[in-house]
């Protein structure tokens, strides 16, 4: 079992759906992360949750809403999206939120087209 | 000035060559350093951190730090077509009182057989 799982892997959405990316992880980690992934840019850390609270929140569109309702799951929910917002959503998790450590481990990331 | 900036390449090497990729940094209070690879539609993996002033050997892989430069660079000697991936450099900056982990664009290196 790997050790941070996200569905779906693919979504075609238009403007006006609403959907949500699913996150789990396994490692008993205490911190999780939402990151978007575009095209020769680097990666932009949209949300920050630690034991369930979150801690951070990049200036966010609020189009884009994560729930953290345990330290094991992670959502993100999608509506009224634009075209810009396709991309590649990573999830991922790491032991604290300090940083300092810099260990994240990857979930295989959501890839995101809005028509 | 970018965070953390890397040359986006392609960088294409032979096989059995050295692969060198370059980062550099605008915190000069940075203290912890990283290289995360990436495959093509997978997720980055961590496989370098480097805390101290000089090189940290892992395997084939080497990282190099210079803090008064501002610098890091990884080296990946035997190159394999394996290690054709998009390397991203990873780097703690201050952010407030708090550090968060900030990214570079990667550089894609592509290994020829």
């Known amino acids: 079992e790997t050790g941070v799982t996200q569905t779906p892997r693919h979504l075609v959405m238009g403007m006006t759906n609403k959907k949500s990316l699913k996150c789990e992880q396994h490692l008993g980690h205490n911190a999780m992360y939402w990151y978007k992934q575009s095209a020769k840019k680097p990666l932009e850390l949209m949300f920050v949750y630690s034991l369930e609270e979150r801690v951070e929140n990049n200036s966010v569109p609020s189009r884009f809403s994560p729930e953290c309702p345990n330290s094991s799951h992670l959502f993100l929910h999608l509506h009224t999206l634009q075209p810009e917002d396709s991309a590649l959503y990573l999830c991922?998790?790491?032991?604290?939120?300090?940083?300092?450590?810099?260990?994240?481990?990857f979930g295989e990331g959501s890839r995101l087209t809005v028509l | 000035q970018k965070e953390v900036e890397q040359n986006s390449g392609p960088l294409s090497v032979p096989e059995g060559a050295i692969a060198s990729l370059n980062c550099t940094y605008s915190?000069?209070?940075?203290?912890?350093f990283f290289w995360y690879r990436q495959y093509s539609g997978k997720s980055p993996e961590l496989i370098m951190s480097i805390y101290s002033n000089g090189d940290k050997e892992d395997g084939r892989f080497t990282a190099q730090l210079n803090k008064a430069s501002q610098y890091v660079s990884l080296l990946i000697r035997d190159s394999q077509p394996s290690d054709s991936a998009t390397y991203l450099c990873?780097?703690?900056?201050?952010?407030?009182?708090?550090?968060?982990?900030?990214f570079g664009a990667g550089t894609t290196v592509t290994v020829r057989a």
């Open positions: 915190d000069r209070g940075s203290q912890s």
């Open positions: 990873a780097v703690n900056i201050r952010d407030g009182s708090d550090y968060k982990l900030s």
């Open positions: 991922a998790s790491s032991q604290d939120r300090r940083g300092m450590n810099g260990e994240l481990f």
